[in-house]
T-cell receptor, first 118, second 115 residues
Framework: GAVVSQHPSWVICKSGTSVKIECRSLDFQATTMFWYRQFPKQSLMLMATSNEGSKATYEQGVEKDKFLINHASLTLSTLTVTSAHPEDSSFYIC??????????????FGPGTRLTVL | GENVEQHPSTLSVQEGDSAVIKCTYSDSASNYFPWYKQELGKRPQLIIDIRSNVGEKKDQRIAVTLNKTAKHFSLHITETQPEDSAVYFCAAKGVRKTGRRALTFGSGTRLQVQP
């Protein structure tokens, strides 16, 4: 149980285009989803926290107009990187926490999406 | 907000030896401390966690200790095996600058177990 999927697993795009990443909780309802970014050989940095049906809360330094987050249902959150540039190339990982999972503390991570912007 | 520091950044041990990774945190209100193992290009996998009302927890070859007074917690891996080689992250659930409680991760430790 507590499986989180992410799509796509990797994407290559041209500079200036927008990319949408989906994060789904497959067997539980995710009341809260988190989006992280991980640069090579670095730690996971929280970008934003989203609760179903409300606006996402962004961490300091993360541009909300560039990284659009939508958490329209209890099983799906999307991250759209708008007007992507090479410096946005990174590994984007979502995690979910919610009802039906083992305890309210544990977060379940998706497999990640590797974004490469040319 | 929470700040988590992790040491060492790299650790090389011989197969069968023990490995210890240490983390400190800043927010005394943090109450949940998970440890994750991440292999290259893959998602972090929870290997063990501990809550603030417990001082030690063990699961086979893996153990975690927590010292709330000193605000540090440690991961202990005994009888290491080559498949233990990965990057390990500690995390603490504390109050962030946004006021929300979320996980703050340490910088990671690259563990290499030499056969």
């Amino acid at each position: 149980g507590a499986v989180v999927s992410q799509h796509p697993s990797w994407v290559i795009c041209k500079s200036g285009t927008s990319v949408k990443i989906e994060c789904r909780s497959l067997d539980f309802q995710a009341t809260t989803m988190f989006w992280y970014r991980q640069f090579p050989k670095q730690s996971l940095m929280l970008m934003a926290t989203s609760n179903e049906g409300s606006k996402a809360t962004y961490e300091q330094g993360v541009e909300k107009d560039k990284f659009l987050i939508n958490h329209a249902s209890l099983t799906l959150s999307t991250l759209t990187v708008t007007s992507a540039h090479p410096e946005d190339s990174s590994f984007y990982i979502c995690s979910a926490r919610g009802e039906g999972t083992s305890g309210s503390n544990e977060q379940f991570f998706g497999p990640g999406t590797r974004l490469t912007v040319l | 907000g929470e700040n988590v520091e992790q040491h060492p950044s790299t650790l090389s041990v011989q197969e069968g030896d023990s490995a210890v990774i240490k983390c400190t945190y800043s927010d005394s209100a943090s109450n949940y401390f998970p440890w994750y193992k991440q292999e290259l290009g893959k998602r972090p996998q929870l290997i063990i966690d501990i809550r603030s009302n417990v001082g030690e927890k063990k699961d086979q070859r893996i153990a975690v200790t927590l010292n709330k007074t000193a605000k540090h917690f440690s991961l202990h891996i005994t009888e290491t095996q080559p498949e233990d080689s990965a990057v390990y992250f500690c995390a603490a659930k504390g109050v962030r600058k946004t006021g929300r409680r979320a996980l703050t991760f340490g910088s990671g430790t690259r563990l290499q177990v030499q056969p």
